[in-house]
């Protein structure tokens, strides 16, 4: 059974990078045919697909975000980790990281797996 974290500050200040962790257990990021995705939910609006990293590390963003988001992994901790910059407000949201066969969907019963969520407020 694949588990899925998401871990990071909850609160960030608009102009800085938001970092966030998904640390993986129960299936490998380096072998898993999975995409390993970001998705984030702001308040009042549907979740919203933001990126995803593939077991060879080849990344693919949405692209209204792509100027500032950037999607990385460590498979030694066999973590991925999403680095948005330059936030503003309309940045808060519950960020989720998920896996699965899907690419860019926007429902969470697509993936096979997902975390809980982590809530980020930005604010000063």
């Known amino acids: 059974q694949v588990q899925l974290q998401e871990s990071g500050p909850g609160l960030v200040k608009p102009s800085q990078t938001l970092s966030l962790t998904c640390t993986v257990s129960g299936g490998s990021i380096r072998t898993s045919a999975y995409y390993w995705t970001w998705l984030r939910q702001p308040p009042g609006k549907g979740l919203e697909w933001m990126g995803a990293i593939d077991r060879r590390g080849s990344t693919t963003y949405r692209s209204s975000l792509k100027s500032r988001t950037s999607i990385s992994r460590d498979t030694t901790k066999n973590q991925f980790t999403l680095q948005l910059q330059s936030v503003t407000p309309e940045d808060a949201a519950v960020y989720y990281c998920?896996?699965?066969?899907?690419?860019?969907?926007?429902?969470?019963?697509?993936?096979?797996?997902w975390g809980q969520g982590t809530q980020v407020t930005v604010s000063s």
């Open positions: 998920a896996s699965g066969s899907i690419l860019g969907g926007t429902s969470l019963s697509e993936y096979d797996y």
